[in-house]
């Protein structure tokens, strides 16, 4: 599995589809997965929603997109492409023909088969569907032939009526060159763009733009926080006043975010790649996992907010416990209030899986430099600030291989972590005067 696509509320259940491979852990073959659930911790797996088409539109794969409410019929909005497709995409459309969303019916010709013509666009891919204004508009990810990454925009009040309405944001603005820059792209490369493309408004009325940084592979994830605004021509803009990583590690990709209106909240998943060599992805059988739900939002200086959704303490076994032996999947909650260390793995040679903590200076170092991965990426330690003061509070998610950190609601990072034979898992708290709380992750009863 890969991205992360169409969050969707109906009913009183989440539905939450992927790109998935069916008969192999490799990146080919795209269908959507989907699952659903009722609290965003006990989750049904369903079959297949979307399988390629042979001879259409997207008999090369069901690519990202998203799942809309179009007058009461739910509705996917997704990438296809053909066996010709060189880094275009087609818009694909697809409905769903029950009320659980398991009998989808794609629409037998795209709404739209490209870029618009003479635009410079390379990469064009990723729809997401949103409304402001009064109307329903769409973004879709690019690239140019100049290397500039973009969002389009396109107005699509009629869903199988699509009109260009112009460019969003460019990698020209000087936030955005700043903030959601990458890498530059390698030698030989056709183009840097932004892939999925999400926009949503926050409670206090600041919008956020979270774009995946692509330079010929996918690099980073960013995110941009500002006012949107519809002029008396009806060209839709968006003004950027900050922004930076969406997620600090490396490995987090292909954000999806779902704005559920009745909770007052918007909710981002991100998928999770894999960083061990190929090998091993073949001997497990399996390839790729999906983060857990985070709840987005600013905060007044306009960077962004990121805790765990509250629903994951659902998961938790129900006693704590503390220093010692760790299981395979825990969350801790560590108050430090003073500089200190706490160790989560140690190799048999001594090496140690750490974070450092330091309040006054308000951050947060993990050091995993040495627990070794296929995936190119920095094995130096990763520093992740937030405000410093008096207390620094950390919560840390792991489940198998995937570690996720959350220093206080300013930064986060997303890590796989692959535990060899040897390998202690061992809660120690070295130095300081540091608190921790840890629940094994247990999987909860059925409701």
Not at 210 to 219: H, K, M, R
Request: glycine share 12%.
């Amino acid at each position: 599995m890969n991205d992360p696509n169409g969050p969707f509320h109906r009913r009183g259940r989440y539905h939450l589809f992927y790109q998935y491979n069916p008969a192999a852990p490799v990146h080919a073959n795209i269908h959507w997965g989907h699952a659903s659930s009722a609290d965003l911790v006990r989750w049904d797996h369903h079959p297949v929603a979307l399988t390629p088409t042979p001879g259409g539109p997207d008999e090369a794969g069901c690519w990202s997109g998203c799942v809309v409410d179009d007058g009461g019929v739910p509705t996917a909005v997704y990438s296809g492409i053909d066996r010709e497709h060189t880094g275009l995409s087609s818009i694909c459309l697809a409905v769903a023909e029950d009320d659980d969303l398991i009998e989808w019916k794609p629409v037998p010709a795209p709404v739209l088969t490209g870029p618009p013509p003479g635009s410079g666009v390379t990469m064009f891919r990723d729809p997401f569907v949103f409304r402001f204004g009064g109307r329903r508009w769409a973004l879709v990810g690019a690239g140019h032939a100049d290397g500039t990454p973009s969002v389009l925009v396109y107005d699509c009040e009629d869903l199988y009526a699509w009109r260009f309405a112009g460019v969003l944001l460019d990698g020209r603005h000087p936030v955005a060159a700043r903030t959601a820059a990458g890498r530059s792209a390698p030698p030989g490369s056709a183009t840097t763009g932004w892939e999925c493309p999400q926009l949503w408004q926050t409670p206090g009325g600041d919008w956020v733009l979270a774009v995946a940084l692509w330079d010929g592979d996918p690099c980073s994830t960013a995110y941009l926080t500002g006012l949107l605004a519809l002029d008396r021509s009806g060209t839709l803009s968006f003004s950027p006043r900050t922004g930076g990583p969406l997620d600090h590690g490396r490995d987090f990709y292909a954000p999806s975010a779902f704005q559920h209106t009745e909770a007052d909240r918007a909710l981002l998943w991100g998928w999770s790649w894999e960083a061990r060599p190929q090998e091993d992805v073949d001997r497990a059988g399996w390839a790729g996992v999906l983060t857990a739900p985070r709840v987005v939002d600013v905060h007044p200086d306009g960077t962004l907010r990121v805790t765990p959704a509250p629903e994951l303490d659902l998961l938790r076994a129900a006693g704590p416990f503390g220093t010692g032996p760790l299981p395979d999947a825990y969350d801790l909650e560590i108050a430090a209030r003073s500089p200190g260390t706490v160790g989560l793995l140690r190799s048999a040679a001594g090496a140690e899986l750490t974070l450092r903590l330091d309040p006054a200076a308000g951050t947060v170092v993990l050091d995993r430099s040495e627990w070794p991965r296929a995936r190119p990426g920095g094995s130096g330690p990763l520093v992740l600030r937030t405000r410093p003061g008096a207390e620094l509070a950390v919560r840390v998610l792991v489940d198998g291989s995937l570690l996720e950190l959350f220093a206080g609601d300013r930064a986060t990072a997303t890590e796989r972590v692959y535990r060899r034979p040897d390998d202690v898992a061992e809660l120690v708290v070295c130095q300081g005067d540091i608190q921790v709380r840890g629940w094994e992750l247990v999987r909860p009863s059925p409701v």
